[in-house]
């Protein structure tokens, strides 16, 4: 559609829109490249944005359950799909965590509300998923701190409940620690209000400090006095992420300690723990074999639900930032 079609503006708008330069435009795949596990990572552009188009990152990850197999109703169940999309909220990042390779790009700009969810809809399309019969997750965890876009982040959730039929007790958000971010996402109705994931990875601010510096401003525990606000639903959990480096962050005694601190906190939680995926220039390492288990196995023993993400499309530019640092240079 252009500007000039629609006609419930006044003439005179339409004409000075176009003269502005305003176009209707929805962010678009430049760029798509697939992993053998079935995931997929984009480059997504957002045309008539700026002087020139800009990209971020968005993945799709399929993950049939099978649940139906030999029930008679394999041809409708192979028409059925459950997926989660992860969505970028800027494009780059100014909160320069230590291992992450968007940080490598600095903060260029925040995406726009229609930007963050146009993603999703880009990828719903690609993908032609109904969102009324397929079961579609949505996590803004690509590109960027939402919390540092938080206007546009939550307008972006209001329309993809609104207009797109998502749910938002499908999507989750993961932040940093931006306190005053967790202190207005407390306040959104629940209806609009998706899950929270704190984004730990360390178990001291000792640790945490030095593999992202945000620590420094708002520490692990005025973090937590921040979640304490947020008004759970029934069965919710909040989740914190762990990315387990070689050597700094993987070892049984920080198991033992990341299970105190989560103990602590009193709150419904869950771990998620990632092994870290190695980025050109980033001078971590991964975990040793078995090390990511371990730690699990700790976590178990000492009460807390700890489950492992799987590094989807590690033959792809796994790492969050990788796919734009080495497709654009
Ligand atoms: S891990 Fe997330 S918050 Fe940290 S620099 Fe990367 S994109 Fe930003």
């Given at each position: 559609?252009?500007?000039?079609?629609?006609?419930?503006?006044?003439?005179?708008?339409?004409?000075?829109?176009?003269?502005?330069?305003?176009?209707?435009?929805?962010?678009?795949?430049?760029?798509?490249?697939?992993?053998?596990d079935?995931?997929?990572?984009?480059l997504?552009?957002?045309?008539?944005?700026?002087?020139?188009?800009?990209?971020?990152?968005?993945?799709?990850?399929p993950?049939?359950?099978?649940g139906?197999?030999?029930?008679?109703s394999?041809?409708?169940?192979?028409?059925?799909?459950?997926?989660?999309?992860?969505?970028?909220?800027?494009?780059?990042?100014?909160?320069?965590?230590?291992?992450?390779?968007?940080?490598?790009?600095?903060?260029?700009?925040?995406?726009?509300?229609?930007?963050?969810a146009?993603q999703?809809?880009?990828?719903?399309?690609?993908?032609?998923?109904r969102?009324?019969?397929?079961?579609?997750?949505?996590?803004?965890?690509?590109?960027?701190?939402?919390?540092?876009n938080?206007?546009?982040?939550?307008?972006?959730?209001?329309?993809?409940?609104r207009?797109?039929?998502?749910?938002?007790?499908?999507?989750?958000?993961?932040?940093?620690?931006?306190?005053?971010?967790?202190?207005?996402?407390?306040?959104?109705?629940?209806?609009?209000?998706?899950?929270?994931?704190?984004?730990?990875?360390?178990?001291?601010?000792?640790?945490?400090?030095?593999?992202?510096p945000?620590d420094?401003?708002?520490?692990?525990?005025?973090v937590i006095?921040?979640?304490?606000?947020?008004?759970l639903?029934?069965?919710?959990?909040?989740?914190?992420e762990?990315?387990?480096?070689?050597?700094?962050?993987?070892?049984?005694?920080?198991?033992r300690?990341?299970?105190?601190l989560v103990?602590?906190?009193g709150?419904?939680a869950?771990?998620?723990l990632?092994a870290w995926n190695?980025?050109?220039?980033i001078?971590?390492?991964?975990?040793?074999?078995?090390?990511?288990?371990?730690?699990q196995?700790?976590?178990?023993?000492?009460?807390?639900p700890?489950?492992?993400?799987?590094?989807r499309?590690?033959?792809?530019?796994?790492?969050?930032?990788?796919?734009?640092?080495?497709?654009?240079?």
């Amino acid at each position: 559609m252009e500007i000039s079609e629609i006609t419930t503006l006044p003439k005179s708008l339409r004409l000075r829109l176009v003269a502005e330069g305003w176009q209707i435009a929805r962010p678009a795949i430049a760029k798509a490249f697939q992993s053998a596990d079935g995931t997929e990572r984009y480059l997504i552009e957002f045309e008539g944005a700026t002087p020139k188009p800009e990209s971020a990152e968005a993945v799709w990850m399929p993950e049939g359950d099978g649940g139906e197999a030999g029930d008679g109703s394999e041809e409708e169940a192979k028409k059925w799909r459950r997926a989660t999309i992860c969505v970028s909220s800027q494009v780059g990042c100014a909160v320069n965590c230590r291992f992450c390779l968007t940080a490598k790009l600095g903060l260029q700009r925040n995406l726009a509300a229609g930007e963050i969810a146009g993603q999703v809809v880009a990828v719903l399309e690609r993908h032609a998923v109904r969102v009324s019969r397929d079961r579609v997750n949505l996590v803004f965890m690509g590109m960027g701190e939402p919390f540092l876009n938080y206007d546009n982040f939550m307008a972006a959730v209001r329309l993809l409940v609104r207009e797109v039929g998502l749910s938002a007790q499908r999507m989750t958000v993961s932040t940093s620690g931006i306190v005053p971010g967790i202190e207005r996402f407390a306040q959104e109705p629940p209806d609009l209000r998706p899950k929270l994931a704190i984004s730990l990875n360390a178990p001291n601010d000792h640790i945490r400090a030095e593999i992202m510096p945000i620590d420094r401003k708002w520490p692990i525990a005025a973090v937590i006095d921040a979640v304490r606000r947020v008004p759970l639903r029934p069965h919710e959990r909040i989740t914190f992420e762990y990315v387990l480096l070689g050597g700094v962050t993987d070892r049984p005694e920080h198991a033992r300690e990341v299970a105190r601190l989560v103990r602590r906190t009193g709150l419904p939680a869950k771990v998620n723990l990632i092994a870290w995926n190695p980025g050109p220039g980033i001078s971590y390492t991964m975990p040793q074999s078995g090390a990511v288990e371990a730690f699990q196995k700790v976590l178990a023993e000492e009460g807390i639900p700890a489950h492992l993400r799987q590094p989807r499309g590690r033959d792809i530019f796994a790492a969050c930032g990788q796919l734009k640092l080495t497709v654009e240079g």
